[in-house]
């Protein structure tokens, strides 16, 4: 599976498919990575490849992932939008549909946040978080 380099970060990422680019991130809290698809509740990337152009990758330095980069203690949400924006961006793609499981919710919340006119929709599955009502 390809990597690629920018600056001081390298990720590791797979696509499957053809049409619309769909992102999609497993959940698996910090250890979001691209072999724990068969663990989700549905795998995004089998699902939707015959539809879109399913695009993953390893979270930077998820646990059991080969994505690499320094830790970001002041915006560490951010960081990780701008490595989804800049792959992205290495793969020639503008505009993007996300799905985000557990994790990927607040991955979708801040891609949303900082480029909402290349998120053209975002499916957040099982997203992260509770309230005492609902546990």
Known sequence: MPLFTKGDVTIHYDEVGSGFPLLATPGGGLSSIMSGWPRQVFNAMEVFKDDFRCITMDQRNANGGESTGP???????????DDQLALMDHLGIQEFAFIGYCIGGPFAMKLIERAPDR?????????????????
């Open 71 to 81: 830790v970001q203690v002041e915006d560490p949400w951010g960081a990780f939008a």
């Open 119 to 135: 998120v053209a929709a975002a499916v957040l599955c099982q997203p992260v978080g509770h309230a005492s009502k609902t546990p």
